[in-house]
């Protein structure tokens, strides 16, 4: 295609309404039919990016292969799409001053006094425009963060009034908004909506395609009554219903013919509507599954799934592909202890340690790895889990009471995971982290390689600490097997029992790469081993 065409998807009324899955649906539609998509998302917020963010406050940090820590919806759009995304996929309020302000420090704006329009506005139109100036793509898609109407917006929602007009036809806006039902009038209100597209005409944008979420059906009228009101086609107000599943969210706009209604807005040639046969597939078979597997992940954010969004949509990949339905619990890892751990975790046939940073939770995350390595439950930590795994051996196998991670106990007398060489003159916390891809080297005869069918594998990092080498044969001697390490530097990166159901620890986050058309051998190695011993268990006790 010449020219890269662009979407934008803006939000309104309230936040929370799935702009990233909007997005994520759209480019999936397209790119079933073809075309080379990407997504990226502006995000209004002054941090430069996610990284030092409490999952509290927007969820997990996901991150991208270049090392990027960004926002959990570039999850929702490599899940969906199963392209990676880079570093220009995420830009921040900070990103865009940082790069202002740099440039105005060299002198770049010839004494020129520095305005929000045009100069910030020309960045984050700089920043819009750069993935598509690589003629890479046909479709750049861009979700921009918050809700029309907040002060901290308005500057990208004026970017995108300007794009507009420079791009012409080769640009639409979608907008979405939130059709409440009101039960004491049994009725779904649009004033909501209605006002929301006054707001963004305010500011200089006519919305071409309206996704209007609700979570009841909407009538012909309602959509009808929509469009006459907002200055749209009725065929471009699109219904958004609540769906068990957010993987179903491209079906639903595809039955819509939202796709069609981009192209035809865009003079794109229609042509068939594409099967997404895998896609559906993969539907069938989570719709298919009968039996569950019940899962257990512990960790100190359980008040807020999102904190570990990537892992719980990973093992709902790997369970719908090994025909069962994911039974996931949240256990909040300061509530476990060593007396009532048995009691807390017994009715799981797997459990899955979380990553995470700080004190507050650890020794849960210690007696739930104690109890799944005494009892022969599968488990699976994950980077932090990983590091807690190595301590609770050191502590009950290799007898050191004390072991430690220096990162939980500066002074411990065994710090069996310490602090990287090169972390240790960081004092910078912001994308300072060993982040992004790195090889890793897997043993022959383990189970880890049984998992990947491959020697090198390439994960993605988010950590300051390590596997200390110095014990490692000590630990190798006792049990606990070294099976994967980064050729180079000879990182530790897995670490497994071999004679256990399976007990494996990794010190990257395979949950990054894990997609619904290409699932994670890893989680799916796990899940097979977690339902497997629900099937032990299950002989075992008398009916
Ligand atoms: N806090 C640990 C470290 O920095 C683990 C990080 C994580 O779990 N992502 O090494």
Redesign the pocket.
């Known amino acids: 295609m010449n020219n890269t065409k662009y979407i934008f998807v803006t939000g309104g009324v309230i936040s929370s309404l799935g702009k990233g899955i909007i997005s994520a649906s759209i480019g999936k539609l397209l790119q079933a039919r073809g075309y080379d998509v990407t997504i990226q998302k502006f995000d209004p917020y002054i941090n430069i990016d996610p990284g030092t963010l409490n999952p509290y406050e927007h969820g997990e940090c996901y991150v991208t292969i270049d090392g990027h820590e960004a926002d959990l919806d570039l999850g929702h759009y490599e899940r969906f799409l199963n392209v990676p995304t880079t570093r220009a996929n995420n830009v921040t309020t900070g990103r865009i001053y940082q790069n202002v302000i740099n440039k105005e420090r060299k002198g770049d704006y010839l004494g020129k006094t520095v305005q929000v329009v045009p100069h910030i506005t020309d960045e984050i139109k700089r920043n819009i425009k750069f993935l598509g100036s690589k003629n890479k793509f046909d479709f750049v898609i861009t979700e921009i963060g918050g809700t029309v109407g907040d002060i901290e917006s308005l500057p990208f929602i004026e970017s995108v009034r300007q794009l507009r007009w420079e791009l012409g036809r080769n640009c639409i806006c979608v907008h979405l908004t939130y059709v409440p039902y009101i039960a004491a009038a049994k009725e779904m209100k649009t004033k909501p909506t209605q006002h929301s597209v006054k707001q963004l005409q305010e500011l200089g944008i006519q919305p071409d395609i309206l996704v209007l979420r609700t979570e009841r059906p909407l009538s012909e009228e309602v959509l009808r009554k929509v469009a006459l009101f907002c200055n749209v086609m009725e065929s471009a107000v699109v219904q958004s219903v609540d769906v068990p599943t957010i993987y179903e969210v491209p079906i639903r706009m595809q039955q819509q013919k939202m796709d069609e209604t981009i192209l035809r807005k865009m003079k794109l040639p229609i042509g068939e509507t594409p099967e997404l046969k895998p896609w559906k597939e993969f539907l069938f078979r989570m719709k298919d599954a009968k039996e569950s597997v019940k899962i257990a992940l512990i960790g100190k954010y359980v008040e807020l799934p999102d904190a570990y969004k990537s892992i719980n949509e990973s093992l709902f990949q790997a369970a719908t592909y090994n025909d069962r339905k994911l039974e996931l619990s949240f256990i909040h890892s300061e509530k476990v202890d060593e007396t009532n751990v048995s009691e807390l975790l017994s009715e799981f046939d797997g459990l899955v340690i979380a990553?995470?940073?700080g004190q507050r939770g650890t020794e849960g995350k210690i007696s739930a790895i104690k109890y799944a390595r005494i009892n022969n439950v599968p488990v699976f930590g994950i980077?932090?889990g990983m590091?807690c795994m190595v301590v609770e051996y050191a502590r009950h196998v290799l007898g050191y009471a004390d072991a430690n991670s220096t990162?939980i106990d500066e002074k411990t007398p065994y710090n069996v995971i310490d602090l990287m060489e090169d972390q240790k003159g960081v004092s910078n916390l912001g994308g300072t982290?060993r982040l992004g891809l790195y090889d890793c080297e897997l043993e022959k005869d383990s189970r880890v390689y049984k998992a990947y069918h491959k020697q090198v594998i390439q994960e993605r990092h988010?950590?300051?600490?390590e596997f200390n080498n110095k014990y490692r044969a000590e630990f190798e001697a006792a049990g606990l097997k070294c099976t994967g390490h980064n050729p180079e530097t000879d990182l530790v990166e897995v670490i497994e029992i071999p004679g256990h159901k399976w007990f494996i620890g990794v010190q990257f986050h395979p949950e990054y790469n894990s997609t619904v058309l290409n699932p994670h051998p890893l989680f799916i190695s796990f899940v097979k081993a977690v339902i497997e011993n629900k099937k032990n268990n299950n002989e075992k006790s008398p009916k």
């Open positions: 990553p995470g940073f980077c932090f590091q990162e982290m988010r950590h300051r600490f």
